[in-house]
């Protein structure tokens, strides 16, 4: 098997873990999740540098993430017990009371992985950035990767992250937009235009790259281009294009499933598209 | 009753940020962050003496807190500078979702509290700032009364493990407390004994609180003074012990009357010893242009307020 169809089988079990749990407590953000099952798997599987079994909250020597988009916890928590952070039965307590699983990521509850709280939009650059800040001086070479949201970036505090991590030269930092293109009130055109977010970027000082979010060897190509691209005196972003609610035909083309739960038929449709791989929770 | 004398006024903000150099010096994981004020909150001690370790973020007080957040991760204490309006109110979110509920151990540290920013006006004076902090769960609050005690407070809240907001100000005041004092978090200080009135101060109403026993006790009135430099646990047992002898007591701070000082103490007072009670505090407004001693007068929270709230808390008691 190569490394390519090994990922795709993991990104199969998480979208089925995505959709199972959203499904069991009937609430959550299953498209989003979905789109961004291919990048937080690769990411996970294949980019990072990270040892599940040294897991502490400083992550030295390692690379760390941060979802800044918290919404999207089914796929985080998902992969971090595919990536053995925590027991993958644990994916069952999703929402419901006493949980670790919260609907919105917390460190609150010691649920390994998780480093800050996120779902309010808007502040996990500003977080990645300092936990660069302190890579650099505690030598650490490790980087610090933080995914956003294209809806999310409509608040100001992304911006005043994103000038100054350029002009103090913050290049340990990659941050990756979720270019869905969908927000809850329908598509990020309507809502409020960001126009062009590459130009944007640029001029905003960081080292731009594109990509495919659904397509493994693009994601795969184009977050080793961005590691090569880091420690060069500027932050990296990557304008990743997706489609929300990605492997399950009847959530795609549509901001309708942000943050609703499939009914007893519509998982067995997705379930029936996605085919259990490493075994469901 | 113990006479307390000063040589000399000076700002609590100056005793920050010689807190800080010491800090900068002894603890190499101590970090500052300030959002271009760093004159103001006097941090260029540090910023000079420690280039690698001190972060200017512009104008931009939500980044701040946000990479403090970030810098704990790495083991890093942050220390944020900025106005204590731009140090909660601006920002209040990031530091209920980034720090407090993260569990981060950033130190917000602000100046320029309350009234006594003076000409600025209203929109820099926050009154509010310390029922905000309050508010947040796990938040330590401090609001220390003169130079000696903000830097003893400084050095303090870096071995304490957890988020701290540290409030102090801008104008010169008495600087009265022992250089060498003991700051412990948490722990009221027993300024003067008496049996007639409890006075509980904080922050810049302490001296005062310290003058108005002087005038009460040359009326016959003997009143007990504690200054509450941390409102955020508050001393509860020191309160109760001294409202007990007094039965009755005054609350002075720098303040709204909403959400400070006087509901922390009345909050412990209701549920363990309900006392009458008198407040010295803003009267839910804003501030406004003016020199600190005009508005200080204006809005009540001079030494005579604390008499005639003293005399007023005594008379209600019999």
Redesign the interface.
């Known amino acids: 098997m190569t490394v390519e169809e090994s990922l795709e089988k993991i990104v199969s079990q998480v979208r089925r873990d995505i959709v199972r749990m959203v499904h069991g407590v009937q609430s959550g953000h299953p498209g989003g999740s979905l789109g961004c099952a291919e990048f937080l798997t690769v990411l996970y599987n294949h980019v990072m540098k990270h040892d599940p079994k040294v897991w502490d909250m400083s992550g030295f020597n390692q690379d760390i993430f941060f979802l800044s988009n918290g919404h999207i916890s089914p796929l985080f928590y998902s992969v971090l017990a595919r990536s053995g952070y925590f027991p993958v039965k644990e994916l069952a307590t999703f929402r419901k009371l006493n949980t670790r699983l919260q609907g919105h990521p917390t460190t609150h509850d010691g649920l390994p992985g998780v480093r800050i709280a996120s779902g309010s939009l808007g502040q996990g650059l500003s977080v990645a950035i300092g936990a660069a800040l302190a890579k650099k001086l505690n030598n650490d070479a490790r980087l610090v990767y933080v995914l956003m949201g294209d809806g999310e970036i409509q608040e100001g505090q992304v911006w005043e992250a994103a000038m100054f991590a350029a002009a103090k030269q913050v290049d340990n930092v990659i941050a990756t937009i979720d270019a869905n293109g969908q927000q809850i009130d329908g598509s990020t055109k309507q809502v409020l235009d960001g126009g062009d977010l590459a130009a944007k970027w640029t001029a905003f000082g960081w080292e731009v790259l594109k990509m495919d979010g659904n397509n493994i060897p693009d994601i795969m190509k184009t977050m080793e281009d961005a590691k090569n691209a880091s420690g060069k005196g500027k932050p990296v972003v990557i304008i990743m294009q997706t489609e929300m609610g990605n492997g399950v035909d009847f959530m795609m083309h549509s901001h309708k499933w942000h943050g609703i739960a499939p009914n007893d038929e519509q998982l067995a449709i997705a379930l029936n598209q996605n085919p259990e791989t490493l075994g469901d929770y | 009753m113990k006479k307390y004398t000063y040589t000399e006024k000076k700002d609590t903000r100056s005793g920050f940020g010689a807190g800080l150099s010491v800090l900068g010096k002894e603890n190499p994981n101590v970090?500052a962050l300030c959002a271009d004020l760093t004159g103001s909150l006097k941090m260029d001690a540090f910023a000079k003496e420690h280039p690698?370790?001190f972060?200017q973020?512009?104008i931009?007080e939500?980044?701040?807190?946000?990479?403090?957040?970030?810098?704990?991760?790495?083991?890093?204490i942050?220390f944020t500078g900025t106005f204590a309006n731009f140090s909660t109110g601006r920002v209040y979110?990031?530091i209920?979702?980034?720090v407090a509920?993260?569990?981060?151990n950033v130190k917000i540290c602000a100046s320029h509290a309350g009234l006594t920013l003076g000409e600025d006006g209203a929109t820099h004076q926050i009154l509010e700032d310390i029922g905000l902090m309050r508010m947040l769960p796990g938040m330590t609050v401090i609001n220390p009364c003169d130079y000696n005690q903000t830097k003893a407070a400084t050095i303090a809240i870096a071995k304490h493990h957890g988020p701290v907001y540290l409030r102090f100000g801008r104008p010169t005041v008495p600087n009265f407390t022992p250089a060498d004092q003991n700051f412990e978090i948490g722990k009221a200080v027993m300024l003067n004994e008496g049996t007639d009135v409890t006075i509980i101060a904080t922050g810049h109403l302490v001296w005062k609180a310290i003058e108005a026993g002087e005038q009460l006790a040359a009326m016959g009135i003997s009143a007990e003074i504690i200054n509450i430099h941390t409102i955020k646990p508050l001393d509860n047992d020191a309160i109760l012990k001294s409202v007990a002898k007094t039965n009755c007591v005054v609350t002075a701070e720098e303040h709204n009357r909403f959400g400070g000082l006087g509901d922390a103490v009345a909050q412990v007072l209701t549920a363990h010893l309900p006392t009458v009670q008198e407040y010295v505090a803003v009267n839910d407004s804003f501030g406004e242009s003016g020199t600190p001693d005009q508005l200080m007068t204006k809005y009540g929270l001079d030494t005579i307020d604390i008499v005639k709230a003293a005399e007023r808390a005594i008379a209600r008691k019999s």
């Not at chain 2, 939500?62 to 890093?76: D, P, Q």
């Not at chain 2, 509920?101 to 981060?104: R, T």
Request: net charge positive.
């Open positions: 970090v690698d370790r972060i973020v512009g931009a939500a980044n701040m807190i946000g990479i403090a957040a970030g810098l704990t991760i790495g083991g890093k942050p979110d990031q209920r979702q980034s509920y993260s569990d981060k």
